[in-house]
């Protein structure tokens, strides 16, 4: 049985992208949302923020997520594991969630444009396949020392995407999705500016109302000779707490976030506006109030 579906300025929409920071944080952020009562109805992210999201918008509790991101960081390129073969429409007809995986593809004339993944236009299409060619830089570092991205090739009802990283062509999205018919119900488990690749997305950010970030050490610049799964494991850990710690911190101080708690809506102060009154009215009600009252002669004072 479908779940009816609330306006689009009654939704609220969340972004994760695909840093690996965000994408743990993130996880924090959606248990605090859930004790606070905030429901997030509409989910857009690319990587390992978009495949948190998926989980997340599938049922999956935030201690299962942290478990499936210890597992797997690359998660966005093992969600078959995790979602097996549910797709877009199975997923917002169970559950009234709308999600969109943002990745990039490659044009048959060489340009580069974003492609949005959702039961609006792939209805059909695998989960976990929107998740694996949402991203496809080499390395963390790719953007940054401007390596070569790889593409991955997507085969869905006849016709072949060749697509990169969703960062390439993550400045469309505003304007692909409507952002600004959400009304002020837009978060983002991101600030910026807190990382190189974040330069590519600044008209996200101006879009995004609420933003949830703690600063974090920088996961992606870590050598891997000096990383171990126990390190990785309390990493993911502390960011997940810091996480949910800054959401709480952002109820109580973000009012446009403090709107979406039930019951907690902040009421509008109306300052009434001073009317001129003009002098001869002021004359008189001075006069009325000390009728009455023993005047003082200033001639004898």
Known sequence: MAVEEKPINERNLLFAPAIFNSACTTVGAL?????QGIEIDDYIGYGAGGAVLALS???????????????TPNIENNMAEYLGNMTFGELKEKTGKNLMIQTTQ????????????????FKNLPIAEACRVSTTLNSPLGVITKRPTKTRELQFE????TCCDGNMSAREIPDLIHMKEYKNRIISTMKFPIHP????IANIMEACNIKLAPHVSFFSAVPPKFRSKHNINNLIDSLSVK?????????????NLKNLVPHTKVPEVIIPQRQHVPSFVRDINRSNRFAGMPQIDKKKG
């Open 197 to 200: 690749r974040s330069k590519r």
């Open 243 to 255: 996480g949910s710690q800054e959401t709480k911190n952002q109820i109580e101080k973000n009012i």
């Open 57 to 71: 918008a599938s049922g999956k509790s935030e201690k299962e997520i942290l478990e499936a991101l210890k597992k």
């Open 158 to 161: 006849g016709k072949t995407y």
């Open 106 to 121: 490659i044009n048959p004339d060489g340009t580069k444009s974003a492609l949005i993944f959702s039961a609006d236009n």
């Open 31 to 35: 248990e605090s949302f859930k004790e």
